[in-house]
């Protein structure tokens, strides 16, 4: 099983910054993918960004060029670095981790961007 603990959050003004960060815990494996899903009210969840083991990152064309994602395989944690927020970023963001096509899911954090 593997645990995953999310902090980060908040509320921010339009135009702001802020960052998410997720550490997982268990039985890790080398080869996994960890990435922010987000999830709007009345809308599906939606992939935000992504990154291999590989450091390979994938981001939604959305976010692109304002949010950055990062791991520390020391730590088994994943940041979410979110810059030139919008209101439209508004959503519970939620952390997965993949292993073995078996998926992990945070808790959910909340993201709210308002004046």
């Known amino acids: 099983q593997v645990q995953l603990v999310e902090s980060g959050g908040g509320l921010v003004q339009p135009g702001g910054s802020l960052s998410l960060s997720c550490t997982a815990s268990g039985r890790l494996f080398s080869i996994n993918v960890m990435g922010w899903y987000r999830q709007a009210p009345g809308k599906e969840r939606e992939l935000v960004a992504r990154?291999?083991?590989?450091?390979?990152?994938k981001y939604a064309e959305s976010v692109k060029g304002r949010f950055t994602i990062s791991r520390d395989d020391g730590k088994n944690t994943v940041y979410l670095q979110m810059n030139s927020l919008k209101t439209e970023d508004t959503a519970v963001y939620y952390c997965?981790?993949?292993?073995?096509?078996?998926?992990?899911w945070g808790q959910g954090t909340q993201v709210t961007v308002s004046s």
């Open positions: 990154i291999a083991n590989t450091g390979i990152p």
């Open positions: 997965k981790y993949t292993q073995e096509s078996n998926d992990y």
